[in-house]
């Protein structure tokens, strides 16, 4: 585990290898935990870097005063790149696929690859006429809202295991793994405040720099499975794949599947930002900014 402070924020990380540098942006309910397998299948030719979103690992939780916005977590992954040289490779699951697009643009030229498996990018439903899966996303949303702000994290969880996971995952689940994402769901409270704020359009997409790559699972919901196809009838550029097996957890549930996709498309060839510099993984050090180890 790394520690970046930098002003206000601090900020939990691994980084491991050397090369080109890929960031990987977990899911909801998760942490950068979720990519120790592609971590170790990356690491041999890459510097891998996954970051720790508000609320997981050692990146405190976010502050119920103010709502969070998409910037302010795509902000974690610009502020922890400035003083990682050369381009760079976004990797983005589910919320995380959401937080790595908004990264790309603020990044711009920097980015030359991001890969997105079922991203909540559920606004776009929204600006192009996909309303009855844009209402079944809110539904979901405000009944995280409702009963997270009531303190019943019971319910919370199994609504949202039993979406994402599939009707019934709940009844089934051992307790200790129940009891677990009760806890983990806490961050995600705030972070449909961050959903809500994404305004970027699919123009906006087609017109990135960076090469694209959106992935989704066969038994994808309607939202994700409608998403996956705005962009593979709005976004001519992007690769836009069915992947052969898994559910919406199929990064951490079927690696074995995900994993060669994800590589596959890392090492596609594109040219370089005007300017950058490949180096090999150089350490991190930068005028006050403190680092913990």
Not at 14 to 20: A, E, I, L, M, P
Not at 24 to 34: F, I, K, T, Y
Not at 115 to 133: D, I, K, R, V
Not at 200 to 220: H, Q, V
Request: net charge neutral.
């Amino acid at each position: 585990m790394s520690i970046l402070e930098c002003g206000k924020l601090r900020i939990d990380f691994s980084d491991t290898g050397s090369g080109d540098t890929v960031v990987l942006v977990h899911s909801s309910v998760s942490g950068n935990r979720q990519w120790k397998r592609l971590i170790q299948d990356l690491q041999p030719h890459y510097r891998v870097v996954a970051v720790n979103l508000f609320g997981y690992g050692a990146t405190p939780a976010w502050t119920a005063d103010v709502k969070q916005t998409i910037t302010d977590q795509a902000n974690l992954l610009v502020s922890l790149v400035k003083f990682i040289p050369g381009p760079l490779r976004l990797v983005g699951h589910s919320f995380g696929g959401s937080v790595a697009s908004k990264a790309a643009m603020l990044l711009g030229a920097r980015v030359s690859h991001l890969c997105l498996f079922e991203p909540t990018l559920f606004h776009l439903l929204a600006q192009n006429g996909h309303g009855e899966s844009y209402a079944e996303a809110m539904a979901l949303r405000d009944f995280v809202r409702l009963y997270g702000k009531r303190g019943d994290w019971a319910a919370v969880a199994e609504r949202f295991v039993d979406y994402w996971l599939g009707n019934g995952t709940w009844d089934t689940m051992p307790q200790e793994r129940r009891l677990a994402y009760m806890e983990l769901l806490h961050p995600n409270y705030h972070e449909w405040d961050s959903v809500d704020s994404h305004r970027t359009t699919i123009e906006e997409f087609r017109r990135i720099k960076a090469k694209g790559m959106m992935l989704y699972s066969p038994d994808a919901r309607r939202p994700s499975r409608e998403i996956a196809q705005l962009f593979g009838e709005k976004c001519p550029d992007w690769s836009v794949i069915r992947i052969a097996d898994g559910g919406h957890m199929a990064p951490l549930t079927h690696p074995e599947v995900v994993n060669p996709l994800i590589a596959s498309f890392l090492q596609e060839t594109k040219r370089p930002a005007e300017g950058a510099q490949i180096t090999a993984r150089p350490p991190f050090h930068a005028h006050g900014v403190s680092l913990a180890f």
